[in-house]
């Protein structure tokens, strides 16, 4: 924490400032209340960063999370969700010591995507009712959504929704003008200044208590014991998905950085053993701040307690002002979060990679606004698999070949005495998709004393929008480290999805696809000579 302390100042106090109006709206959605939202980022932001795997992740209440916990406020109020909350942390805990850390990797993209849009579509329609100014009803989101456009309807007033809109289009103008500014702080300050000075007749906040809550072990319900264990897995597992996934944002955002995951895992269950103490909810990492973090220019946990004391100072100095703030601009303020949720680009390029992929991304969207994040994620994971072992079956064939082929030639004795001109050539075998994509690649992140990697690809029989992914996001941390990427041999059908997901876009000239491996060695000797070692 002592390497750069002010940096770290900077950036605790830019993350607190867009984490406030998310903690009191995530607090409220969750059904608990503001004051639990603020509670969990304080509590859960300090003891993930002090015991977790990340050194630049911020932890708090998040949209995700609340998804999977209005069904158990609905069902055993507010000591159920604080249990499960404690539930959670211990099997948190329990992951972390198995190390299943690294098998959240397995999960494919098109899942990953497809359960972000699913979330999203779910905040957003949760935020209706308040965004409208009525409090709908129902047994599911859609049906909750559509009761408050109904009683909204029948005696339409407009100011709520006027709020809403007015935070939306806010948050919008200073992401585009000026995107160092916390559009949601200011948009939330105009919101309730414009109605404390014109005494609009709309919810608000409310009353927030001046200090953080005695620390107590909620009310255990015995008699529901045992139906609070699914709820608490499927906690704990969005949870270990939500953190590992944002670690790994943190990881790609910086050049240096690298998180131990089963650590992590830990840190995220000592923050849910934490936060219900204390009366929050569960917690998560969020990869919003912690995007956040890291481009304000973090480089130690210590921003992420500098973000937790000023959210406490905000607890203690500020609750007069924060009680003020109407309901509708955080509605704003969340849907406009899940509008951000959905990145349009990976969406397209995901369409656009293959129909098995884009299938596995729809039906997981759906799964999850339908059923909830445990289905969606076990559907998603059973499709693509079943995909993936349909490419493997197709790509076996029985094919002729000269007896000596250029690109399949044994290059062995060539490729080892590249390594003295501090080339190196690797031979990529058999399927690139989810389930072997990241232990195939894992080596070449840690590759030392190398200024050129030459990646055959040839030998490779399938590619999926995973392997793809992940092939991308490898070559780019190579790039980042100085170390120039060469592709050879790309079969003729894989450039479409490798197109889509970006690959060729990694690197770092567009002259560096070839179509044998001897011309990308003759190549890379040639940058190498040309190019001073070290730069």
């Known amino acids: 924490m002592g390497r750069a302390p002010r940096r770290d100042l900077v950036a605790g106090l830019t993350v607190g400032v867009v984490a406030l109006p998310l903690a009191l709206g995530f607090g409220i959605t969750s059904g608990l209340g503001a004051a639990a939202g603020l509670v969990t980022a304080i509590v859960a932001g300090v003891v993930a960063a002090l015991f977790g795997g990340s050194h630049l992740q911020i932890s708090g209440p998040t949209g995700a999370m609340t998804v999977v916990l209005i069904p158990i406020v609905a069902t055993y109020g507010r ?15 329990v992951m972390a010591v198995a190390g299943l850390g690294g098998y959240v990797r397995f999960i494919p993209l098109p899942v990953i995507e497809g359960f972000t849009v699913g979330i ?86 409310g009353v927030l208590p001046s200090r953080v809550p005695t620390p107590h072990l909620p009310d255990i319900p015995w008699d529901h014991l045992q139906n609070l264990l699914l709820p608490a897995l499927a906690v704990a597992v969005l949870a270990a998905l939500e953190s590992l996934l944002s670690a790994s944002v943190a990881d790609a955002m910086s050049v240096s950085e690298r998180h131990d995951p089963d650590r992590e895992l830990f840190g995220q269950g000592m923050a849910n053993l934490a936060s219900p103490i204390f009366g929050g909810i569960p917690a998560t990492a969020a990869i919003a701040r912690t995007a956040v973090n890291v481009r304000s220019g973090a480089r130690s946990r210590l921003s992420a307690v500098v973000h937790s004391l000023f959210l406490l100072t905000v607890i203690l100095l500020l609750t007069p002002l924060v009680s003020r703030i109407p309901l509708a601009a955080l509605a704003g303020i969340l849907i406009a979060t899940a509008i951000r949720m959905i990145e349009v680009g990976s969406l397209r390029a995901l369409l656009r990679a293959g129909r098995g992929d884009a299938a596995v991304l729809i039906g997981t969207a759906i799964a999850t606004v339908a059923f909830d994040l445990i289905t969606a994620v076990v559907l998603g994971v059973v499709a693509a698999g079943a995909l993936a072992l349909r490419q493997v079956a197709r790509s076996s064939v029985l094919e002729q070949r000269p007896v000596v082929d250029e690109d399949h030639a044994d290059h062995d004795a060539e490729e080892h005495a590249l390594l003295d001109e501090h080339i190196v050539a690797y031979r990529l075998e058999g399927s690139l998709f989810f389930a072997a994509a990241h232990r195939a690649l894992i080596e070449l992140s840690t590759l030392s004393d190398v200024r050129v990697v030459i990646l055959r690809m040839s030998g490779v029989a399938t590619v999926d929008a995973t392997g793809a992914s992940v092939l991308r996001d490898t070559i780019a941390q190579l790039e980042q480290h ?32 070839f179509d044998s491996t001897p011309k990308a060695i003759a190549h890379a000797r040639l940058h190498v000579s040309r190019t001073p070692h070290g730069v």
């Open 79 to 93: 000591s159920g969700v604080l249990v499960v909350g404690l539930l959670a942390g211990l099997m948190l805990i």
């Open 120 to 205: 999203a579509v779910i905040i957003a329609l949760q935020q209706v009712s308040a965004a409208l100014g009525v409090t709908g009803s129902g047994d599911t989101v859609l049906t909750t959504a559509w009761s408050g456009v109904q009683s909204w309807w029948t005696a339409p007033q407009w100011w709520a929704p006027a709020v809403t809109l007015g935070v939306i289009a806010v948050m919008w103008l200073t992401a585009r003008v000026r995107p160092g500014v916390p559009g949601s702080l200011v948009a939330v300050l105009l919101a309730t200044v414009v109605s404390e000075g014109l005494h609009l007749d709309i919810a608000r906040i």
């Open 482 to 513: 100085g170390i120039t990427v060469l592709l050879s041999g790309v079969r003729e059908g894989h450039h479409g999805v490798l197109g889509a997901l970006g690959v060729y876009t990694t690197l770092a000239h567009e002259g560096h696809l």
